[in-house]
Every structure is written in structure tokens, then in C-alpha cells.
């Protein structure tokens, strides 16, 4: 059974950062493209960043480009997202998942990880 168990979120100002934390169980992060997602309050749930299982190409979106960087820790199973430059937009909860191209590709979801951009 695959299990997703976000962490790092915190109340940050702006220009600060974060890392967040993504803990995989039930697959092997090296064999799937893994991504993260956000959802801010009243919006739909939108794609931030992926990275491809082959050989770890990044992608990310137009909002977050040259700001986050994704990577992950095959030994410790596990996908990071580094925030930097972080602005009150970025406000959201953030959650991990397998993905393909820039869509979640598994239905579960995990508890996500709330990351607040304020003064």
C-alpha cells in the first residue's frame, strides 16, 4: 500500500524558505516520477513541481520556476521541495504524489503539509 507523509511546512515572511518533505512508503521513489502539489484556499489543487523517474529531469511551474527545487534521496525513499523567495501567493497546503507529466497519477492522497507566507 502506498503511503505519502508530507512535512516541513511552517509560517514563514517573505523572502523566507522552506523544505519540505515528502515520506514514501509502498514504492520506490526512483521508479516513478514523483511531483508536488498545492492547493491554496477556495482554489483547485495545482501542479508546483515534478521530477522525472529516468534519469531526474525537473519541471516546474511558470509560478515557482528559479524559487523551488525538487529532488529526492533514493536512500531515504523520499522527494524534497526547497522553497526559496517565498511570497504570500505560495500560501497553500502541499502535498506530494506520483505523477505523470504535470497530473497526479494515484487517487490517495496524504494529509498534505501547510506552508503560510505572511508578516
Known amino acids: 500500500q502506498v503511503q505519502l507523509v508530507e512535512s516541513g511546512g511552517d509560517l514563514v515572511q517573505p523572502g523566507g524558505s522552506l523544505r519540505l518533505s515528502c515520506a514514501v512508503s509502498g514504492l520506490t521513489v526512483n521508479s516513478y516520477s514523483m511531483g508536488w502539489f498545492r492547493q491554496a484556499p477556495g482554489k483547485e489543487r495545482e501542479f508546483v513541481a515534478g521530477?522525472?523517474?529516468?534519469?531526474?529531469?525537473?519541471y516546474y511551474a511558470d509560478s515557482v520556476k528559479g524559487r523551488f527545487t525538487i529532488s529526492r534521496d533514493n536512500a531515504e525513499n523520499s522527494v524534497y521541495l526547497q522553497m526559496n523567495s517565498l511570497r504570500p501567493e505560495d500560501t497553500a497546503i502541499y502535498y506530494c504524489n506520483i505523477v505523470q507529466g504535470a497530473s497526479p497519477a494515484f487517487t490517495s492522497w496524504g494529509q498534505g503539509t501547510q506552508v503560510t507566507v505572511s508578516s
Open positions: 521530477i522525472s523517474w529516468i534519469i531526474g529531469n525537473r
